[in-house]
């Protein structure tokens, strides 16, 4: 089957599973059991397109896709975002070292501010991370 086969249904369930992979499940069914019928749409929007169709992509890499986030809510200063999408990272195989590095090269491109506001967010997922595991 194709992706232009797939039914809207489908794309979503592939997209929640992906979601679920990356973000953990208790994130994502926080996030949903939260979902009021004014957030509903947003929420269906962002399984199904960006989980269903952009990250289910054999375009990139998941590690890659995740490092790519990073650098870009770094660059939007979106906090919470960020975290999540470090966690995702460490899911996804990323490296300490390499989340460092993306989170340097923003600081020449974005701004130091930016930056420093990422690694701090950063360093205390990655400790979370050590403390879980």
């Not at 952009?54 to 890499?61: P, R």
């Not at 390499?98 to 205390?124: C, H, K, N, W």
Request: aromatic residues 6%.
């Amino acid at each position: 089957m194709t992706d232009r086969d797939k039914t809207r249904e489908q794309i979503f369930e592939e997209g929640l599973a992906v979601r679920r992979e990356v973000l953990g499940a208790a994130h994502v069914d926080a996030s949903l059991g939260a979902t009021s019928e004014f957030s509903r749409p947003i929420q269906e929007l962002v399984t199904e397109y960006c989980w269903g169709i952009v990250w289910t992509s054999d375009g990139l890499e998941r590690k890659t896709r995740s490092l790519i986030n990073i650098a870009m809510l770094t660059a939007l200063n979106r906090s919470h975002e960020l975290a999540v999408h470090v966690r995702g990272a460490l899911t996804n195989g990323a490296t300490e070292a390499e989340i460092q590095e993306v989170l340097l090269q923003t600081a020449i491109y974005v701004g130091v501010p930016a930056a420093l506001e990422s690694f701090r967010i950063a360093d205390r997922v990655v400790k979370e991370h050590h403390n879980a595991g």
